[in-house]
């Protein structure tokens, strides 16, 4: 039992380490071991390329047989882009296989173990299941929700403001709390702010890095006040899209269409909606959004309940001021019961900020 934690624990790292990469896929790694002996070890890299299994028994060879597997969720079992990994591992005559977690995907869901022991390979379950279901929470909420995984970003003063009343917000946290940020992106795979960020801060929304994916950029808009010249229509970094209501500006919109830029029109009449937005990148196979926006349109996700993790960077200083802005504006409740509470909350200091990540049912 020691051993298989501790074996599983790699595989977990593995996995880990291709973070930002294998979008709509979840993260899988695998360690393959003969008589206490590492012979083999794999990753999901991305999305149509081999699956962890895979690359672990390549690795391992002939020494496959009559080792023991170690993966972090089960394996396949369909045809995909890629082959059912239960015939690679059976035909590699490999003893043993441990599995941290069920697959929840529809399409395998326990069928990858039942082929497992129906070809006599003794299959264990459940070795460091809550480390390995926090891999992947973001992919079980995709396959079992018709809208991406929201991810809430905010950097805030210790009274709550992202801003001064003069709109100056560089820098209110620290180089280590924006240096995770670039993480956060990197991770995503569409960021979505308002055009008012657009308007005051000319926010690029990229990732530093140049040789990461960059995720998608999403501006709600529900009239069209987007400049021309703003750099996310500009600096041709990464795909953007303008999402508006039925309120929009039809010159504007046939300017920007002329241009090659995206507008996607929704439902709302004033307002853009966000769930028709949230269900057409869904659409488009976006796993995971991160919301970095003003409070309006914090609090119009959070109102509506659409958030599913927040992470808030707090930094030491005061800012004050009635017309300071703060990450959570809107209507408010009325009564202390009806206040928004996370399922549960860590705390971290990065730097010298406290990082709070929260989780909503």
């Keep these: 039992m020691k051993d298989d934690v501790f074996y599983m624990k790699l595989a977990i790292a593995n ?17 393959i ?44 079992s369909h045809h995909g882009k890629t082959g059912p990994c239960t015939e690679a591992i059976i035909k590699s005559g490999v003893k043993r296989v441990v599995i941290a977690m069920q697959d929840p995907n529809p399409l395998v869901a326990g069928k990858g173990m039942t082929m497992l022991k129906q070809a006599g390979i003794e299959v264990e379950e459940g070795i460091c299941k809550q480390e390995a279901e926090r891999l992947n929470v973001p992919f079980f909420h995709f396959i079992q929700s018709d809208l991406p995984y929201v991810i809430l970003k905010s950097a805030i003063s210790i009274d709550g403001k992202i801003a001064t009343a003069d709109q100056e917000s560089k820098w209110i946290t620290g180089t280590e709390a924006r240096t995770e940020v670039q993480q956060l992106r990197q991770e995503a795979d569409a ?9 005051q801060d000319d926010a690029g929304l990229i990732v530093k890095d ?58 709302g009449e004033h307002r853009t909606d966000i769930h028709d937005v949230l269900h057409m990148l869904k659409k488009r196979s976006v796993m995971s959004v991160l919301v970095e926006a003003g409070g309006s349109v914090s609090a119009s996700f959070l ?35 009806e206040a928004i509470r996370p399922a549960d909350i860590e705390y971290s200091m990065v730097g010298k900020d406290l990082k709070m990540t929260m989780r909503f049912q």
Excluded: W
């Design 15 to 31: 996995a880990k380490a291709m973070k930002g990469q294998t979008s709509p896929n979840p993260l899988v790694g695998a360690v």
């Design 33 to 76: 071991v003969q008589q206490g002996e590492i012979v083999g070890m794999g990753a999901h890299m991305k999305a149509g390329e081999p699956h962890a299994e895979i690359h672990a028994l390549q690795m391992a060879g002939a020494k496959a047989e009559g080792a023991h597997l170690y993966v972090t969720l089960e394996p396949c």
């Design 191 to 199: 960021v979505l702010t308002g055009v008012e960020t657009i308007i």
């Design 210 to 267: 140049p040789f990461n994916n960059q995720p998608i950029r999403v501006i709600l808009d529900s009239t069209l006040r987007i400049p021309f010249h703003a750099k996310c229509l500009t600096d041709h970094m990464a795909e953007t899209i303008i999402c508006t209501s039925q309120n929009y500006d039809q010159k504007k919109h046939h300017q920007l269409m002329q241009r090659g830029h995206q507008v996607f029109v929704t439902s």
């Design 303 to 337: 109102e509506a309940s659409l958030v599913n993790e927040a992470v808030i960077y707090m930094a030491p200083l005061l800012i004050g001021g009635k017309g300071a802005p703060t990450f959570f504006e809107g209507e408010g409740v009325k009564k202390l019961k």
